[in-house]
T-cell receptor
Framework: DAKTTQPNSMESNEEEPVHLPCNHSTISGTDYIHWYRQLPSQGPEYVIHGLTSNVNNRMASLAIAEDRKSSTLILHRATLRDAAVYYCILRGRLQETSGSRLTFGEGTQLTVNP | DAGVIQSPRHEVTEMGQEVTLRCKPISGHNSLFWYRQTMMRGLELLIYFNNNVPIDDSGMPEDRFSAKMPNASFSTLKIQPSEPRDSAVYFC????????????FGQGTRLTVV
């Protein structure tokens, strides 16, 4: 699996935007960039994913660099409930017969201050 | 749908005993993943199935671990014999094997081997 690099931890203030970076310099042309988060005492939760273009959904935005070697997860207004570990994952194109691995790294622990 | 259902939520067993963890994926999903999470090693992918077939079991730590998926609605992860170092939270996840690939996680089983 291609490797991703994230800061171990980040802090933010409530109601301010948060930009969570991820480097993936060895990404292949068919790798999708996925983001998951894990709240305390819960299983991971899907946030967003993309291939080349920036993506928006109700939870967050994903900005992908033009060379695809890095990406940034953007939380537009952080709340206390957004405090979690955020994982950036590269996932190969899903194959009909074999699916695709989903491998987690260490992630970024986001602390949100009131 | 009730989401991915895992049972039991908590399991305490003595070293040497057999432990069976159970997972019911979301109906219609055709990929299923088993993970183990510890403080030291983070979230490790143990095995994943696609269309009930084991695709990659390279993360299974040793022969004491085995996983089965007899049908599309049920999977088990068995540890025999269990050891204290197997203590961890075990997560099951399922996803639909299309380009979206969003994986949904269960609440996990917290296993303690004494």
């Amino acid at each position: 699996d291609a490797k991703t690099t994230q800061p171990n931890s980040m802090e933010s203030n409530e109601e301010e935007p948060v930009h969570l970076p991820c480097n993936h310099s060895t990404i292949s042309g068919t790798d999708y960039i996925h983001w998951y988060r894990q709240l305390p005492s819960q299983g991971p939760e899907y946030v967003i994913h993309g291939l080349t273009s920036n993506v928006n959904n109700r939870m967050a935005s994903l900005a992908i660099a033009e060379d695809r070697k890095s990406s940034t997860l953007i939380l537009h207004r952080a709340t206390l409930r957004d405090a979690a570990v955020y994982y950036c994952i590269l996932r190969g194109r899903l194959q009909e017969t074999s699916g695709s691995r989903l491998t987690f790294g260490e992630g970024t622990q986001l602390t949100v201050n009131p | 749908d009730a989401g991915v259902i895992q049972s039991p939520r908590h399991e305490v067993t003595e070293m040497g005993q057999e432990v069976t963890l159970r997972c019911k994926p979301i109906s219609g999903h055709n990929s299923l993943f088993w993970y183990r999470q510890t403080m030291m090693r983070g979230l490790e992918l143990l095995i994943y199935f696609n269309n009930n077939v084991p695709i990659d079991d390279s993360g299974m730590p040793e022969d004491r671990f085995s996983a089965k998926m007899p049908n599309a609605s049920f999977s088990t992860l068995k540890i025999q014999p269990s050891e204290p170092r197997d203590s961890a939270v075990y997560f099951c996840a399922s996803s639909l094997g299309l380009n979206n690939g969003e994986a949904f996680f269960g609440q996990g089983t917290r296993l303690t081997v004494v």
